[in-house]
């Protein structure tokens, strides 16, 4: 038996996820003519409380659409270090907008990769002096997945949020797994999404859909939206189809997010019971379990050899660092396999 906690991309589409794909409305999404894609765009919209939405292939590319709407070339924007937009998005930010980053490095009190807090952004916009990039925009992730899975809390989120307001910057919300935050907190998504001008979220990975995004904000910002995506190639026709799947999603798989992460919580509890092991940015509270490896037992990608010899698929993500994620395709049982697995790793 394969257990596979590489990522939550890897979910599969349910039987009645494809019976909703199989039975959708359908029509010319270019020229807006998708009945089931307009339906998924209102309904994201409205739950994030926003004006408008638009539905893209990947969460890279609605963030590399966020990221040109709000800027121009040569401008510069603010995020983590370790965002997933700055890290494991192919250098976009660069190559399509012409835009610098200027990245900031929190920690966590473990030691690992932390949140970003207000006092790590001040003082770091550029002066209005001609010799300098023009500071446009502030990118934050919630949840962290590089920050240990984490939810951003929301007061820190909003004092964030707020600053770059009062310095003139526009705001995006990397929310490929908002969702999760939403059942972990107990706080509507469009709470979250309160303070930003755009925010992308990620119908692939724990909602079980098998592709697609969106990006939302205000009519004005996507009707800017659409003139990237397709640009950027991302511009689809009968979609309603890959629309449908999200849809399904939304209605049926949002509050079981709520077992991956209890399910995560086996596994993390198995990593503190291992010596070798430890979590590497403390408690996990989500889905992701990131595990610092210690160097004197093995590297990470030798812990990845043993587990997978066992069934166990995990993802090296450094040289000390592993990854396991929990998902809609992992029942508790096989999540207790694995436990017993990581446990006994020596």
Request: glycine share 10%; net charge negative.
């Amino acid at each position: 038996m394969t257990i596979d906690l590489r990522s939550d991309t890897l979910t599969q589409p349910t039987p009645a996820m494809r019976q909703a794909m199989a039975q959708a409305e359908v029509g010319d999404d270019v020229y807006g003519e998708d009945p089931t894609v307009n339906r998924l765009q209102r309904r994201i919209a409205e739950l994030l409380g926003k004006e408008a939405a638009l539905f893209t292939p990947s969460g890279t590319m609605a963030n590399q659409i966020a990221v040109g709407v709000h800027t121009s070339p040569g401008d510069e924007l603010l995020c983590d270090a370790n965002a997933h937009v700055y890290v494991w998005e192919c250098g976009g930010i660069a190559r399509l907008s012409g835009v610098t980053t200027r990245t900031i490095h929190p920690r966590s009190p473990q030691g690992g990769p932390g949140l970003l807090s207000l006092s790590e952004v001040e003082g770091l916009i550029r002066p209005d002096d001609g010799h300098y990039v023009r500071t446009r925009l502030l990118c934050l992730e919630n949840t962290h997945n590089r920050g240990g899975g984490k939810v951003h809390p929301l007061e820190q989120v909003r004092a964030l949020t707020a600053w770059a307001k009062r310095h003139g910057l526009a705001t995006h919300l990397d929310g490929a797994r908002l969702f999760n935050a939403v059942v972990a907190t107990g706080v509507p998504a469009a709470t979250w999404a309160e303070g930003f001008d755009t925010v992308s979220v990620c119908f692939s990975k724990g909602l079980g859909a098998p592709v697609g995004s969106a990006l939302v904000g205000s009519s004005e910002t996507i009707a800017r939206a659409h003139r990237l995506r397709k640009l950027f190639g991302g511009g689809m026709r009968q979609a309603g189809i890959l629309a449908a799947a999200a849809l399904y999603a939304l209605d049926h798989h949002v509050e079981r997010l709520a077992d991956d992460h209890a399910h995560a919580q086996i596994l993390a509890e198995a990593v503190e019971r291992n010596p070798h092991l430890k979590l590497e940015s403390g408690p996990v509270e989500t889905n992701l379990v990131w595990i610092e490896v210690d160097p004197s037992f093995a590297t990470a990608a030798q812990v990845v050899r043993r587990l997978k010899e066992q069934g166990v698929f995990v993802s090296a993500l450094g040289d000390q660092v592993v990854r396991a994620c929990t998902h809609l395709n992992v029942s508790t049982e096989q999540v207790r396999q694995a436990a017993r697995l990581i446990e006994q790793l020596g």
